[in-house]
């Protein structure tokens, strides 16, 4: 069953993907953009497998969407180690 909060989130979820592409040169300078930028697809990615799982092969796509939030998650966190450190000081 899907619940109202999930297809608000989708929705901001797709608002945010506009941006990103409409402004993707300049998010391109910001460093390590790219696995940045992947992170935030893949928690699209899931925001979406969210909503399927309620029409198709639900218990697969469960599976998959957590997959997609724990790689979202570590490439955040790769990303966060990348830009500042050890000292927390941008490279």
Do not use: D
């Not at 992947?38 to 639900?58: D, P, Q, R, V």
């Amino acid at each position: 069953m899907i619940q109202q909060n999930e297809i608000i989130l989708l929705l901001l979820g797709l608002g945010a993907l506009i941006f990103i592409l409409g402004n993707r040169p300049r998010l391109q300078l910001l460093p390590r953009s790219k696995i940045l930028i992947s992170g935030f697809y893949m928690l699209l990615a899931s925001w979406i497998l969210t909503i399927l799982e309620g029409f198709l092969l639900g218990e697969l796509l469960n599976f998959i969407e957590h997959i997609c939030y724990a790689g979202s998650a570590v490439l955040m966190a790769v990303w966060c180690r990348q830009v500042f450190g050890k000292n927390g000081r941008q490279r």
